[in-house]
């Protein structure tokens, strides 16, 4: 069983030749979390892979996990190969920012 905080994107990417998940990472031991995480899978039910670090968020602020890391396939470029991840970056109890990072793969 794998816990994701919140929001999770999968799709097929054609660069990878795989399924691919993205998500936030979910706080171990209440451990805030700045790391957008992602899993490839033969087929979008699975098996799914461990996930991996696909990038490093911005810090988070205390208490706080970065979360809702998604993927945005109306922007992916070169059949995949670069992809677009947005994700919500809390900076207080009341406050955060909607960040998009462009991921490359070689």
């Given at each position: 069983?794998?816990?994701?905080?919140?929001?999770?994107?999968?799709?097929?990417?054609?660069?990878?030749?795989?399924?691919?998940?993205?998500?936030?990472?979910?706080?171990?031991?209440?451990?805030?979390?700045?790391?957008?995480?992602?899993?490839?899978?033969?087929?979008?039910?699975?098996?799914?892979?461990?996930?991996?670090?696909?990038?490093?968020?911005?810090?988070?602020?205390?208490?706080?996990?970065?979360?809702?890391?998604?993927?945005?396939?109306?922007?992916?470029?070169?059949?995949?190969?670069?992809?677009?991840?947005?994700?919500?970056?809390?900076?207080?109890?009341?406050?955060g920012e909607l960040r998009l990072v462009e991921v490359k793969f070689q």
């Open positions: 069983m794998y816990f994701i905080p919140g929001a999770v994107t999968v799709s097929y990417n054609v660069h990878l030749k795989t399924f691919i998940a993205i998500h936030s990472q979910f706080p171990s031991n209440s451990i805030p979390s700045d790391k957008v995480l992602f899993r490839t899978a033969p087929s979008p039910e699975g098996p799914w892979n461990l996930a991996t670090e696909l990038f490093t968020g911005m810090p988070v602020g205390t208490d706080l996990n970065n979360r809702a890391g998604q993927e945005h396939l109306e922007l992916a470029k070169n059949n995949g190969q670069t992809i677009y991840v947005s994700y919500y970056n809390p900076q207080s109890s009341l406050q």
